[in-house]
């Protein structure tokens, strides 16, 4: 949507002078009768007027649904963070957790099973309800049974979620897994009132959101999310007066927007070309121009049932020509860092084993491995890659990597890109037909293991048919592997933190090993925000605090 979506009302006839100044007086007394409830035009325009401390906030991300159980974009994840309350949260700036609706960790029974966890007392939703256990319960068993887009991140793990006292929790998983706090930190389990919400399949309010966080919903459209804050919250009251999220058309509309004064803050997404020119113009004009690594990492799956790539020696022969710093540089301008394990460097389980094996842009090792596999200038390999329409990013790392093998690997190795539309891509990749895709991997929750399980598990197959049923046949390269299997069941059976980290550095060498996928980049999140505005922060998990963020005196 545009910054500005209307600008006047539609024309009309006027037969009289006596109707016109009828209906002038009319608009008159409207005006001042709405004065104090700014239209988002108004609001968009004028986010540092004196004695204004609401945040506008400019984005081209338009949420779909603000329903926590039906919500599994990061259009509405911003939103949510700010308006919902979870069980656990994160210390700001890192990956660990802390209570927030819960008062502790949870008690874990012996086998991994039982999750008691001790609810706060105090806490009401926005619409007056008093939250307990029962209500957590509600909205966790709501989250699983409605069925919406994200359902199966607790449906897969959990057996039953009940009320065992009034301030008491107790969760039954059906197996053993360590992280499982952290997928109380979603943004979706957060809890809701259920009085404003009931339990049944499909059967979500999108346009509503009645929670217990430091802000309340007060209006949604498709171009503003207003947010005020929460006079009755239980906790530290939000530095401001409310939120204003200004959803814009286009990263064009967004820069200029930013540009032009006409919000306080703008954060995702820009090309990487106006982010340069943003952060060139910072000091001159005095904003804040923020950088901080993210969790989202960009990474090529290979399908290691079909020729070729069923030789690990070729699978090894394309992670050793990857020049990562030159992919960065000329593809992302700087804007990511080169990533050298599935797992970012944001974790302390981090092993850049693709790093140490293979380095950039090996050319000697990949020239090695590839005669090993018996392909010459006479005999090439010839490889498919696929990466969605959509991405212009990805586009220009499959041309970089056509140019860079024709150049430096003297066409042994023939890369043909493939654009395909986003949802024919998604629909096809469990089917096999590709031979590489590159992707984008968004992670659900804070822990090491969604950068693991997701692409690497497999429930049932074998070695020499790869994956028939799992999660490695829908991310597209069929990796079967006993021993990551068995891996992947005890990181998540581990509950010491210590010996969980060594499992993880196990897996990270058998991705190393047989190369089911290769990590390309981390990357960046940016947010510039006009000058005075105190306490803005990008954290890799929560992305915008924006209940830390207050409006100083102007310079």
């Given at each position: 949507?545009?910054?500005?979506?209307w600008?006047?009302?539609?024309?009309?006839?006027?037969?009289?002078?006596?109707?016109?100044?009828?209906?002038?007086?009319l608009c008159?007394?409207?005006?001042?009768?709405?004065?104090?409830?700014?239209?988002?035009?108004?609001?968009?325009?004028?986010?540092?007027?004196p004695?204004?401390?609401?945040?506008?906030?400019?984005?081209t991300l338009?949420?779909?649904?603000?329903?926590?159980?039906?919500?599994y974009?990061?259009?509405?994840?911003?939103?949510?963070?700010?308006?919902?309350?979870?069980?656990?949260?994160?210390?700001?700036?890192?990956?660990?957790?802390?209570?927030?609706?819960?008062?502790?960790m949870?008690?874990?029974?012996?086998?991994g099973?039982?999750?008691?966890?001790?609810?706060?007392?105090?806490?009401?939703?926005h619409?007056?309800?008093?939250?307990?256990?029962?209500?957590?319960?509600?909205?966790l068993?709501?989250?699983?049974?409605?069925?919406?887009?994200?359902?199966?991140?607790?449906?897969d793990?959990?057996?039953?979620?009940?009320?065992?006292g009034?301030?008491?929790?107790?969760?039954?998983?059906?197996n053993a897994?360590?992280?499982?706090?952290?997928?109380?930190?979603?943004?979706?389990?957060?809890?809701?009132?259920?009085?404003?919400?009931?339990?049944?399949?499909?059967?979500?309010?999108?346009?509503?959101?009645?929670?217990?966080?430091?802000?309340?919903l007060?209006?949604?459209?498709p171009?503003?999310?207003r947010?005020?804050?929460?006079?009755?919250y239980?906790?530290?009251?939000?530095?401001?007066?409310?939120i204003?999220?200004?959803?814009?058309?286009?990263?064009?509309?967004?820069?200029?927007?930013?540009?032009t004064?006409?919000?306080d803050?703008?954060?995702?997404?820009f090309?990487?070309?106006q982010?340069?020119?943003?952060?060139?113009?910072?000091?001159?004009?005095?904003?804040q121009?923020?950088?901080?690594?993210?969790?989202?990492?960009?990474?090529?799956?290979?399908?290691?049932?079909?020729?070729?790539?069923?030789?690990?020696?070729?699978?090894q022969?394309?992670?050793?020509?990857?020049?990562?710093?030159?992919?960065?540089?000329?593809?992302?301008?700087?804007?990511a860092?080169?990533?050298?394990?599935?797992?970012?460097?944001?974790?302390?389980?981090?092993?850049?084993?693709?790093?140490?094996?293979?380095?950039?842009?090996?050319v000697?090792?990949?020239?090695?491995?590839?005669?090993?596999a018996g392909?010459?200038?006479?005999?090439?390999?010839?490889?498919q890659v696929?990466?969605?329409?959509?991405?212009?990013?990805?586009?220009?790392?499959?041309?970089?990597?056509?140019e860079y093998?024709?150049?430096?690997?003297?066409?042994?190795?023939?890369?043909?890109?493939?654009?395909e539309?986003?949802?024919?891509?998604?629909?096809?990749?469990?089917?096999?037909?590709?031979?590489?895709?590159l992707?984008?991997?968004?992670p659900?929750?804070?822990d090491?293991?969604?950068?693991?399980?997701?692409?690497?598990?497999?429930?049932?197959g074998?070695?020499?048919?790869?994956?028939?049923?799992?999660?490695?046949?829908?991310?597209?390269?069929?990796?079967?592997?006993?021993?990551?299997?068995?891996?992947?069941?005890?990181?998540?059976?581990?509950?010491?933190?210590?010996?969980?980290?060594?499992?993880?550095?196990?897996?990270?060498?058998?991705?190393?090993?047989?190369v089911?996928?290769?990590?390309?980049?981390?990357?960046?999140d940016?947010a510039?925000?006009?000058?005075?505005?105190?306490?803005?922060?990008?954290d890799?998990?929560?992305?915008l605090?924006?209940?830390?963020?207050?409006?100083?005196?102007?310079?």
């Amino acid at each position: 949507m545009h910054i500005i979506t209307w600008l006047g009302t539609s024309r009309r006839r006027l037969w009289s002078i006596g109707k016109f100044l009828g209906l002038f007086s009319l608009c008159c007394l409207l005006i001042v009768s709405c004065n104090n409830r700014p239209t988002p035009e108004q609001t968009a325009n004028t986010p540092s007027t004196p004695g204004n401390s609401r945040i506008s906030v400019g984005t081209t991300l338009k949420p779909r649904t603000l329903d926590p159980a039906d919500n599994y974009e990061l259009a509405a994840a911003n939103v949510l963070t700010n308006l919902c309350d979870r069980l656990y949260t994160y210390q700001l700036g890192t990956s660990e957790l802390q209570p927030q609706l819960a008062t502790a960790m949870p008690k874990v029974s012996q086998d991994g099973l039982t999750y008691t966890i001790p609810i706060r007392q105090g806490v009401v939703f926005h619409d007056g309800t008093p939250f307990n256990a029962e209500a957590m319960a509600f909205s966790l068993n709501r989250f699983i049974q409605n069925g919406g887009k994200p359902s199966a991140l607790l449906s897969d793990v959990v057996e039953s979620v009940n009320a065992s006292g009034e301030y008491e929790l107790a969760i039954q998983l059906k197996n053993a897994f360590a992280a499982f706090p952290s997928l109380l930190a979603f943004s979706g389990t957060c809890a809701v009132s259920p009085k404003a919400y009931e339990i049944g399949t499909g059967k979500f309010k999108p346009r509503e959101l009645v929670g217990t966080g430091p802000y309340k919903l007060v209006q949604f459209t498709p171009s503003l999310v207003r947010l005020d804050a929460f006079n009755q919250y239980w906790g530290e009251k939000p530095a401001n007066q409310g939120i204003d999220f200004q959803i814009l058309s286009s990263a064009a509309n967004l820069y200029n927007s930013f540009r032009t004064g006409a919000v306080d803050i703008a954060y995702q997404t820009f090309d990487p070309g106006q982010v340069e020119s943003l952060k060139q113009q910072a000091a001159t004009n005095g904003w804040q121009a923020i950088e901080e690594k993210s969790n989202v990492v960009t990474y090529m799956m290979l399908n290691v049932k079909q020729e070729p790539l069923d030789n690990p020696a070729v699978r090894q022969a394309i992670a050793a020509m990857i020049d990562r710093p030159l992919l960065t540089e000329r593809v992302f301008s700087k804007q990511a860092e080169p990533l050298y394990s599935m797992i970012p460097d944001t974790f302390d389980s981090y092993k850049p084993i693709f790093q140490t094996a293979y380095g950039d842009g090996n050319v000697a090792k990949a020239k090695e491995l590839l005669s090993q596999a018996g392909y010459t200038k006479d005999n090439p390999l010839k490889l498919q890659v696929v990466y969605p329409s959509n991405s212009l990013t990805r586009e220009q790392i499959a041309s970089t990597l056509r140019e860079y093998a024709a150049q430096q690997l003297e066409g042994i190795i023939q890369f043909q890109p493939q654009a395909e539309e986003s949802a024919t891509l998604f629909g096809n990749i469990p089917k096999g037909i590709y031979q590489t895709i590159l992707l984008d991997w968004y992670p659900d929750f804070g822990d090491a293991d969604n950068y693991i399980q997701p692409f690497f598990s497999c429930a049932q197959g074998s070695v020499a048919g790869g994956c028939e049923e799992g999660a490695s046949r829908s991310q597209g390269s069929f990796y079967y592997s006993d021993r990551m299997n068995q891996l992947i069941a005890q990181q998540r059976q581990e509950q010491n933190p210590q010996a969980r980290q060594e499992i993880f550095a196990q897996i990270q060498n058998l991705i190393g090993q047989d190369v089911p996928a290769i990590p390309i980049a981390q990357n960046k999140d940016y947010a510039f925000a006009q000058k005075g505005l105190q306490g803005l922060q990008i954290d890799p998990i929560l992305k915008l605090p924006l209940w830390e963020v207050s409006k100083g005196t102007k310079g």
